[in-house]
């Protein structure tokens, strides 16, 4: 209990809540090989209500679009499912948190055959 300058007994309780927004991961590499490990490129995040994910070859093809986080790309190109060849292929990932703030990230994935 707290006593305030005149003697006056008070005291005051508060919840807090602190919202530290989205959390997303992105990794830089896969292996499509069946092991079981890494056989897909998807993205890991809690608090993202909406996702896009596009993957594109060298020249800018689209090979593959997905509006679920939990799906991810297998290797294959979109059109014909057959499987692309290992390197390194350009991703473009959109993401709104649960207040509407949209996120956008490019970057690289490396294919491993």
């Given amino acids: 209990m707290l006593r305030?300058?005149?003697g006056c007994k008070d005291s005051s309780t508060q919840i807090v809540r602190i919202?530290?927004?989205?959390?997303v991961y992105i990794p830089t590499a896969f292996s499509p090989n069946n092991d079981g490990i890494n056989d897909r490129f998807r993205i890991y995040?809690?608090?993202i209500y909406e996702c896009e994910i596009m993957i594109f070859n060298r020249w800018g093809q689209l090979l593959?679009?997905?509006y679920d986080m939990e799906n991810g790309w297998d290797g294959t190109i979109r059109t014909n499912?057959?499987?692309?060849?290992g390197g390194t292929y350009v991703y473009s990932i959109s993401?709104?948190?649960?207040l509407g703030n949209k996120f956008d990230y490019d970057g690289t994935i490396t294919l491993l055959k």
């Fill in 4 to 6: 305030n300058e005149f």
């Fill in 19 to 23: 919202d530290l927004g989205y959390k």
């Fill in 45 to 47: 995040g809690e608090d």
């Fill in 64 to 66: 593959y679009t997905s």
């Fill in 81 to 85: 499912n057959n499987p692309v060849v």
């Fill in 95 to 98: 993401l709104k948190d649960k």
